[in-house]
């Protein structure tokens, strides 16, 4: 079945670019009617959608983070990547890549990487 | 934008007992809401989508009911392996998806 790995570094400095990997195995990412998607968790907090690719490389992003965010996809390597500029202590938190259907739930999910902005 | 409030945002509950969560959208959403389960340190988990359809592999105690703005999710007889925090999600108005702010489980 398909899994999902994220990747990119843990610590991350204030006004620099966060940037993560999700490695897609079990199955192509281009297979399928599929979108592709961010999400971020702060700590003891709830989930928020950060935004998707489809694999045709067309991009929606949430409206609080779109000018800070860029996702991009990688079909030779089976990866899609999100890029979020100008961090700060705020964007702390786990990052998960999930897959959903045009309908829209995310399954599978990857693990998460946490992600801590500090100097 | 659509905003999705659940309660409670805690409930402590026995083991056997039937456990209902309610998820409230600020807009008909007709049936596009989805349910998670997360455990501590984990990613979250799909349980049910389109309001009441059981995702494969997923124990029968778990259901969900509601059209609308109202929703509701229900553990029909609680077992330990269930505690966790349990999140609605909307997809009514894509591309934007929108989750609850959860409701964590305990045992009591």
């Known amino acids: 079945q398909v899994q999902l790995q994220e990747s990119g570094p843990g610590l991350v400095k204030p006004s620099q670019t966060l940037s993560l990997t999700c490695t897609v195995s079990?199955?192509?990412?281009?297979?399928?009617?599929?979108?592709w998607s961010w999400i971020r968790q702060p700590a003891g907090k709830g989930l928020e959608w950060i935004g998707r690719?489809?694999?045709?490389?067309?991009?929606n992003y949430n409206p609080s983070l779109k000018s800070r965010v860029t996702i991009s996809v990688d079909t030779s390597k089976n990866q899609f990547s999100l890029k979020l500029s100008s961090v700060t202590a705020a964007d702390t938190a786990v990052y998960y890549c999930?897959?959903?259907?045009?309908?829209?739930?995310?399954?599978?999910w990857g693990q998460g990487t946490l992600v801590t902005v500090s100097s | 934008d659509i905003q999705m409030t659940q309660s409670p945002s805690s409930l402590s509950a026995s083991v056997g007992d039937r456990v209902t969560i309610t998820c409230q959208a600020s807009q008909d959403i007709s049936n596009y809401l989805n349910w998670y389960q997360q455990k501590p340190g984990k990613a979250p988990k799909l349980l049910i989508y389109?309001?009441?359809n059981l995702e494969t592999g997923v124990p029968s105690r778990f259901s969900g009911s509601g059209s609308g703005t109202d929703f509701t999710f229900t553990i029909s007889s609680l077992q330990p392996e269930d505690i966790a925090t349990y999140y609605c999600q909307q997809y009514d108005n894509l591309p934007m998806y929108t989750f609850g702010q959860g409701t964590k489980l305990e045992i009591k």
């Open positions: 999930a897959r959903a259907p045009l309908a829209g739930w995310f399954d599978p």
């Open positions: 079990g199955g192509s990412i281009s297979s399928g009617s599929y979108y």
């Open positions: 389109d309001a009441s």
């Open positions: 690719i489809y694999t045709s490389g067309s991009t």
